[in-house]
């Protein structure tokens, strides 16, 4: 909130206290939206898209749009990375994540109970200082046009702009303590069981979420390519390897900067929708799984 205009937030189907600290910051805070609430098969391009759609009666041309996780912490505000670290003709953004594992001598500190659940209190920038640096970027980042289409199969808007050469670095902490990791690979497992979640997902996702045993996650301390962060210095910034060869980048500027406007207003509407409900019979074997 300290950065952004607007907030969108969809719930597909928390069973914590999520929706309800969403409800109590939105009757604060007037640039949050509410979605909804809805207990879905999770796809990442079906709500993804379904945001968006949702979302964009809000938007203007040329308003930046953001796709964020809730367990990503952005290292540079994304309105002084557009500012400081993107040129004038670059639309488009991909992340370079630094994703912050958890460590044997960590989980040990746990099992000892040198750390119990009241530690989360304590900011989780103290709590995990060990990362590798992702070798994977995604587009995250993209300056809103009107006539652009987000399809419901597709992880980003068609021809989303021109991607700059900078990559927006989020700190990713996906793993933050034993109990939260337990959880986590539970209800993963549990939702690739159901055949219309798993057909919504490549075969990356389904070998990484299939992990039922969370401790398979956990890395040793001299891991190859683990790093320490200090909570104040500069992250490794890698090889810019997401962007094209000379010549392509060439063309897609030309194309971006002349002819893609002109075609988003000739081409089909293409198929949106949102994700499938979950229903009530699967949302209670999952509860029970998860409880056991």
């Not at 897609?252 to 949102?274: I, N, T």
């Amino acid at each position: 909130m300290r950065w952004a205009d607007h907030i969108h937030i969809f719930d597909t189907g928390s069973t914590d206290e999520t929706w309800g600290i969403a409800t109590e910051m939105a009757a604060r805070h007037p640039q949050i939206h509410l979605i909804g609430r809805r207990p879905v098969y999770f796809s990442d391009t079906e709500v993804r898209s379904f945001i968006f759609a949702e979302a964009r009666r809000l938007m203007a041309a040329g308003d930046w749009v953001l796709r964020c996780d809730a367990d990503e912490f952005h290292h540079v505000p994304p309105p002084v990375f557009v500012r400081e670290h993107m040129r004038g003709h670059e639309t488009a953004a991909y992340h370079q994540y630094y994703d912050f594992q958890l460590t044997r001598d960590e989980l040990k500190a746990w099992n000892e109970g040198r750390e119990t659940l009241a530690d989360r209190a304590r900011p989780i920038a103290e709590r995990r200082r060990f990362f590798t640096v992702s070798a994977e970027p995604e587009p995250r980042l993209f300056r809103y046009r009107a006539a652009m289409q987000w399809p419901h199969y597709a992880s980003f808007p068609v021809n989303a702009g021109y991607v700059a050469r900078a990559r927006l670095p989020i700190r990713h902490y996906p793993h933050r303590d034993p109990a939260q990791m337990k959880a986590r690979c539970q209800l993963h497992s549990r939702m690739l069981a159901y055949p219309p979640s798993r057909s919504t997902w490549t075969e990356a996702d389904i070998h990484h979420w299939g992990v039922e045993n969370w401790e398979e996650f956990i890395v040793k301390g001299d891991e190859p390519g683990l790093l320490r962060w200090d909570g104040t210095s500069a992250l490794p910034l890698p090889v810019p390897s997401h962007l094209p060869g000379k010549a392509k980048r060439l063309v897609q500027r030309v194309a971006h900067a002349w002819v893609v406007s002109w075609l988003e207003r000739l081409r089909p509407k293409l198929p949106g929708g949102g994700p499938h409900p979950l229903p009530s019979e699967v949302q209670e074997q999952l509860a029970c799984r998860l409880q056991a």
